[in-house]
Structure formats: structure tokens, C-alpha cells
């Protein structure tokens, strides 16, 4: 299973570098699907797979420049991790959480990325040194001093 992921990343990437945007795309939500199939017909999901095909959608939907569309994919991935699975304890999901959070700040969003990413730290608590980045400081301020 493996190597047949990784030939459809790779196909995916070379849709990319042939300008191909909307096939590339295309090629990493089937892919996520089958994952997504894959893990009802065996009771379960490879959240792995599921994670990696969805922070390479993530990328490659952010680099197009659609931030709705960027955002819909992290929270399909929750959606379907989080709520369909109730998952409470999963490293490759932290790292999800992780570049949305990044991906909330950049577009300006501090305090729901704060959230996020403390829900990731949940998870995956080597991920904690991130709160010590001027940015999540500087949220950490500003929810503290709104709180008092």
C-alpha cells in the first residue's frame, strides 16, 4: 500500500510541475477517498496515509492561492478523523493541526490558530516548543489579557 501511495503523490507532483493544477488536485482528493473507503471496508483508517495526502492537498491548495479551499481541507481532516473516528490520541493528526494552526496565523487568524494548535499539543506534546514562537507568545498575551 505504500508504494502505491507514493506513486500517486508522485503522479500528483508531476501534474504539478506540468502546470496541470486541477488534475493534481483531483489526484489527491481520489486519493484521499480511497484512504477514506479503504478504512470503512477494514474497520479503521490509516491516519498516516490520511495525513500526509491531506497536508500535500493542503500545500498544494494553498500555493493556488484559495484560502477557502485551503481551510476546507483541514477541516474535512478533522471532520472525518475527529468526529467519525473520535480519535484522542494520534502524532500524524498533531502534525495536521500543526500546519493549520501555521496555516490560520499566516492569514491573520492568531487566536483560532492558538486553539489549534493547543488541541495538537493535546495530541503530540513534543509539539509544545511551538508556543514559545514570537507569534503563539504574543496570541498567549493577548487571549490572557481579553480574559482579565
Not at 6 to 26: I, S
Not at 122 to 140: M, N, T
Request: charged residues 30%.
Amino acid at each position: 500500500r505504500y508504494m502505491e501511495l507514493a506513486m500517486k503523490h508522485y503522479f500528483a507532483l508531476t501534474k504539478v510541475r506540468n502546470g496541470k493544477f486541477d488534475h493534481a488536485e483531483k489526484i489527491y482528493r481520489r486519493t484521499i477517498d480511497e484512504i477514506i473507503q479503504e478504512g470503512e471496508e477494514h474497520g479503521g483508517c490509516d491516519h498516516a496515509q490520511l495525513a500526509v495526502t491531506t497536508l500535500l492537498l493542503a500545500l498544494h491548495t494553498q500555493r493556488s492561492g484559495d484560502i477557502k479551499k485551503t481551510r476546507s481541507v483541514f477541516t474535512d481532516f478533522l471532520r472525518i478523523v475527529y468526529v467519525e473516528n473520535d480519535v484522542s490520541d494520534c502524532s500524524c493528526s498533531a502534525r495536521v493541526l500543526q500546519a493549520f494552526a501555521l496555516f490560520e496565523m499566516k492569514n491573520g487568524l492568531p487566536t483560532k490558530s492558538l486553539v489549534i494548535i493547543q488541541k495538537a499539543i493535546e495530541l503530540d506534546e513534543s509539539l509544545v516548543s511551538i508556543l514559545k514562537w514570537k507569534q503563539f507568545r504574543c496570541a498567549i498575551e493577548r487571549r490572557n489579557k481579553s480574559q482579565t
